[in-house]
């Protein structure tokens, strides 16, 4: 029942089961946040996003446009890579280490920094671990065990504390996906 131009619109990815809200349309439409550097989206309202709002109250009074000018050293990249050594599949832990766990703990291990520990000879990547086991999710898992992505596990961990008795396979099927910007996951849902 839905026309083709439309899922062309949301930008439907029917493998993954994502759709992409586009930025300039007239009703799902958004706003980029108007910080250098930074790719978050904000409503129309605003004219940069809630975290760089933050950022903002927390310089005390520095005026928004040079606020606004100045690009984000510290930015924390929303969505996730794959570890920089070539050929890895594992996800990074941080943006900023840029490493999945494994290398992560080699890197720390020889105290080298990260351009020192690329140039490694002999250095190879691992496979991916397969996907994160949160059936909304489109993320890859940490490793064997857990079988959750980053921010699954973390989750997990929070809801497991907060309430005991969660059923974990019930969770997997009805918890959501990590938000991601104009990103909705329609995973887990029945075709
Ligand atoms: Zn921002
Ligand atoms: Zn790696
Ligand atoms: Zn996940």
């Not at 984000?72 to 766990?101: F, M, N, Y």
């Amino acid at each position: 029942m839905i026309e083709s131009a439309f899922l062309e619109v949301i930008v439907w990815d029917h493998d993954r089961r994502i759709v992409t809200f586009p930025e300039a349309h007239p009703a799902l439409g958004w706003n980029a946040c108007a910080v250098a550097g930074c790719t978050k989206i904000t409503t129309s309202s605003s004219k940069i996003c809630p975290t760089c709002t933050r950022r903002w109250k927390a310089t005390g009074g520095q005026p928004l446009e040079s606020f606004i000018a100045v690009s984000k050293r510290e930015w924390r990249a929303i969505g996730i890579g794959d570890c920089v050594v070539p050929g890895c599949l594992r996800p990074w832990t941080t943006s900023a280490a840029q490493l999945c766990l494994t290398h992560e703990a080699h890197r720390k291990r020889a105290g080298q920094t990260l351009p020192m520990f690329l140039r490694t000879p002999g250095l190879t990547g691992f496979p991916a671990f397969g996907p994160c086991v949160v059936a909304a999710c489109t993320r890859t898992r940490m490793g064997h065990k857990p079988s959750y992505c980053q921010s699954h596990l973390h989750r997990w961990n929070a809801t497991r504390r907060a309430e005991p008795v969660t059923d974990e396979l019930l969770w997997h099927r009805t918890t959501s996906a990590v938000a991601e910007n104009n990103l909705v996951s329609l995973r887990g849902l029945p075709d």
